[in-house]
Nanobody, 116 residues
């Protein structure tokens, strides 16, 4: 079965950095686009980054362009989200996502808190 497990969240000060990782299993990872979403308290879940199956195409929400970078390692079935110049408004639970055979799968999420 499809499984996604995020890690790497935590508490950092404004301007700091974090690197999130998502380990995938249960599907042919190299065949699928992967996405990162985030959900702040009381807010909807928003798409922040997308990476193509081979990693050559990435897209970002305007709010994170230039600060967040996604990458993947198809040999290790992992996708990463490097987060720099973090702001308090980046505080949220971050989820990785795959749409596999028409169904959306999510990890459990990892909390990112930006606060001084």
């Amino acid at each position: 079965q499809v499984q996604l497990v995020e890690s790497g969240g935590g508490l950092v000060q404004p301007g700091g950095s974090l690197r999130l990782s998502c380990a995938a299993s249960g599907f042919t990872f190299s065949c699928y686009y992967m996405r990162w979403y985030r959900q702040a308290p009381g807010q909807q879940r928003d798409l922040v980054a997308t990476i193509s199956n081979a990693g050559g195409i990435t897209n970002y929400a305007d709010s994170v362009k230039g600060r967040l970078t996604t990458s993947r390692d198809n040999a290790k079935n992992t996708v990463a989200l490097q987060m720099n110049s973090l702001k308090p408004e980046d505080t949220a639970v971050y989820y990785c996502n795959v749409r596999h055979r028409g169904d959306d799968y999510w990890g459990q999420g990892t909390q990112v808190t930006i606060s001084s």
